[in-house]
Every structure is written in C-alpha cells, then in structure tokens.
C-alpha cells in the first residue's frame, strides 16, 4: 500500500489550477529578493511584525506596519495601485497570512512571502540591524551554498 497514493492524485487539469492559484497568492523569498535588486517597480514589501522584531531586523527596503495597524495607516503609507508583499518571522507564523489577509480587504493586491524573515536570512540576504546591513552565511538546507539562486 502506498503512502502517496492512499488519496488519488488529482486529475491534471485541477491539479494546474491548484498550483497556479498557489503561485497568485505566494512569493518565495528568492524571488522577492530578486525583484528588489532588479528595482521592479509597483512593489512594497511589508514587515507585520511588531517593534521589536522590527528593530532586531528587518529586510532592506521594507515598510514596518504591524498587521494591527494596517487598516489604519496603509491607506496613507501604501498606494492603492502597489502590489503588496507580507512576511512575518517564518513558516511557523500566519502573521503575514494575516497582514495579508487585512491589505485584500482594503481591496489591495497582495501576496505572501513564504518562509518569511527566517527563510530570507537563512538564504544569506542581507538584513538592517541597529548596526548596520549584515548576511549570515547560507545555510546549505535552504539554498546553494556558490549562489543565492535555487535555478527552480
């Protein structure tokens, strides 16, 4: 008996909606990365986490607004025409499911940044701290050790 076949595979065709409905509300961390290097314009990315995380480190270039406070202040910090980006601490905090979830009900477009601040250190990224910009080694589980780029 089969672990993996002990609930059918979906036909191909739901299969191709599932994944690309997961890729229209997800980002990875690389391609974040990515895009800020490259400057695309029309994005921000926003730490939902509050002050003294933000403070410890954050990613270059992010916006801090705490998921409490979005209704509040993001109709005044982020252009309704922007595409957001949410992280939080990592893959085992829903924050930025949650900051995500308030920038759609302002009525913005928005996506999650999986593996969240975690996976973006771990990739070797650089951070701002109080001291400055700095980049941990990458760690060889999450990211080839010669390059930021996993190639998929």
């Not at 202040?73 to 924050?95: E, H, K, M, Q």
């Not at 949650?98 to 920038?103: E, G, P, V, W």
């Amino acid at each position: 008996m089969s672990n993996i076949l002990s609930a059918a595979p979906a036909p191909p065709e739901e299969a191709a909606r599932h994944f690309a409905a997961r890729l229209a509300f997800e980002t990875d961390v690389s391609d974040v990365h990515a895009d800020l290097e490259a400057g695309v314009p029309g994005l921000v990315v926003v730490d939902s986490r509050g002050v003294e995380a933000w403070e410890q480190c954050h990613l270059p270039g992010a916006l801090h607004l705490p998921t409490a406070l979005i209704g509040e202040r993001a109709p005044a910090l982020v252009s309704p025409d922007t595409t957001v980006v949410t992280y939080c601490w990592g893959p085992g905090c829903n924050g930025a499911t949650r900051a995500a979830l308030a920038f759609a009900r302002l009525g913005y477009r928005v996506k999650e940044m999986i593996g969240g601040y975690e996976y973006w250190a771990r990739e070797g990224f650089p951070v701002e701290t109080a001291a400055g910009r700095r980049s941990r080694p990458v760690d060889e589980l999450t990211a080839p050790v010669a390059s930021p780029y996993c190639g998929c």
